[in-house]
DNA sequence: TTGTAAGCGTTATCAT
DNA sequence: ATGATAACGCTTACAA
């Protein structure tokens, strides 16, 4: 390995100003105790001899790193990497670096992030949890030994923590309400693994909308898988297939209602003309599709920076008890042209 | 703030089993002096004790933190988050964990992220530019402290350091190609700020294509700007008041084409038939607009593998000179509906 | 307002 | 194969 320069440290600053060490530390902290101008004096040394203060020490000697962990399933995703940039930029402005890991939906991973997170001893850690997550003691060690914890998206019931959320149900109940207004009766629904409960929550808003507009929800119209790509392809195929003769379709997610438009103008059907779609998400290409894709807006960099927020003001708050909150940030439906029915049956 | 709960120690372990802490630090790093016996029982103590090695004060004695530092300009963007996905990738399976600050191309806020990295002791770091950087002292801290540095996509021609780019001026001399070869022949240019070299040697790819074509390109014919969506209007604007009869526009980025392409649109001008429109990375909105954008794809997780893989080796190499080796990533010329002539004129 | 000295948890050197 | 001890650079009582 390559030698590292020898540091400069306050050491060094001390005994060539005679003084102690305490002094130039407090000095460079902008201790209050220490007179204006020894202040300086100090500082334009530390300049001049290139000090770059050692924050590891000084880390290892608070306890307090000003670090704050992120982990999620998969960094190159819209939604995520919105989300981060905006723990990001919250965290930057406090003073907080970022360290990010990426579970990639896999369960292993996760706990060992969780761990070395641990580990490297950070003030704080926000987590969105894997599709295979279904047991919490990797997470439950935060809040054991007393380090914050806040959940967003996909959030965990049995933690008792911070969660940022979208109101997925709400969300899925207008998209469903709308294709209702739109004249949609026989509406399937494409959706996510259901131990997520962002999904479940999506499931039962289309429910709930379905039921109070008196319409029936054959069970064969409800297909759960994991929303990827080829996915979509095969739940819509499945559908088709079956000769369900369903005049709309709400998925859980955009890639999966682009699955979905793409397959099925291949099979000449017209959209939204014989069938709408609406997806989740409002993915960057959603709105530039043809036709374009009716979604479900969640403010992700808005997410990002409430759930620094809160994970900073936990941190630094001297409370014992926390009074733990679950935002429930509000979605924006965006009606494009795959759900606006343009002529009348 | 909270306090945090009293941690066991190697001392704590080493006192319950009579022993010395130095033989339990052995024997939790597998350090093979340690017998095998005393190695199972101490690892046994630590697990019923809930040890929880400090990374903090490991790192600091030893000064290595296996951390890795990342500034990239905006972490919600494609190409840059699938970058940090595949440097996350590479890290964690190197046992590295990743920090991650995004400049807002502001310089201001880039330097202060890299000093601040520094005083972190971050191993390395990987980094791409802002727009705004012109000048690279901040950069040039790590070199000169032997800290290894990375630069990808937009790097720095002033410093000595391993490089990964795309072949920026090969992709856009085969965009120019093909624009030409569909029968393109006043093609403008709507090019990203030259002081970036990724711009300039996509106007270089650029202006070699029509110069080997025998083409004139009229000054007028290219722009550059800050490639943003407005930016793209703007541009695309400008070159329609003047009303220069362009047959071809490339685009340096993605949103400026679609940009183009939408404003086209609005002009009653026909995509591709009118007016052939190509852009540049590959963002994913492009393969579903209408028309679907040429482009040219940049494998940006591959590229953030590959940033790690030289980072972390130059980080474990003992060489006291590094043979630096810029990587030229080959593009890929994704040629759809945007670019591609229908009929003959 | 400044100095002294201890200590954070680990690793590394030198003994044994 | 194991132990004793110093050291990393900083902050913080406590003392002056």
């Known amino acids: 390995m390559m030698a590292k320069q020898a540091e400069t440290t306050i050491h060094d600053i001390a005994k060539y100003l005679n003084i102690s060490a ?83 939906d896999n369960f292993i991973k996760e706990t060992k992030i969780a761990k070395t997170m641990f580990n490297n001893r950070v003030d704080g850690v926000i987590v969105s949890i894997g599709m295979e997550t279904k047991s919490f003691e990797h997470l439950k060690l935060f809040p054991e030994k007393n380090i914050p914890l806040v959940f967003f998206d996909r959030v965990v019931d049995e933690i008792d923590a911070h969660k940022i959320v979208v109101d997925d149900f709400g969300g899925a109940y207008r998209v469903t309400k709308h294709l209702i207004e739109q004249g949609a009766k026989r509406i399937a629904h494409i959706g996510g693994p259901v131990n997520l409960k962002i999904y479940d929550h999506r499931r039962k808003g289309f429910l709930k909308a379905m039921q109070e507009a008196g319409l029936k929800t054959k069970k064969s119209l409800i297909i759960h898988n994991s929303l990827r790509k080829d996915d979509g392809v095969a739940a819509i195929r499945k559908l088709m297939e079956k000769n369900e003769k369903i005049d709309a379709i709400f998925c859980a997610n955009d890639t999966t209602a682009l699955s979905a438009i793409i397959y099925l103008k291949e099979l000449g059907i017209k959209i939204p003309d014989d069938i709408l779609v609406m997806g989740f998400s409002n993915e960057p290409f959603s709105e530039v599709t043809t036709p374009s894709i009716s979604t479900v807006k969640q403010p992700g960099f808005l997410m990002g920076q409430k759930a620094a927020e809160l994970l900073i003001h936990q941190i630094t708050s001297n409370d014992t008890k926390v009074n733990y909150q679950t935002l429930v940030m509000p979605t924006e439906l965006l009606i494009r042209e795959s759900s606006r029915r343009n002529k009348t049956d």
Chains 1, 2 share one sequence.
């Open 22 to 104: 305490s002094t130039v530390s407090r000095a460079l902290n902008d201790n209050p105790l220490i007179s204006e101008a020894t202040r300086k004096k100090i500082k334009k040394v530390a300049g001049e001899m290139g000090y770059r203060p050692n924050t590891l020490a000084a880390s290892f000697r608070t306890k307090r790193t000003y670090n704050i962990g992120v982990i999620v399933p998969l960094i190159n995703r819209h939604f995520f990497s919105s989300v981060i940039s905006g723990i990001e930029d919250i965290a930057y402005n406090q003073g907080y670096t970022v360290s990010i890991s990426q579970s990639n």
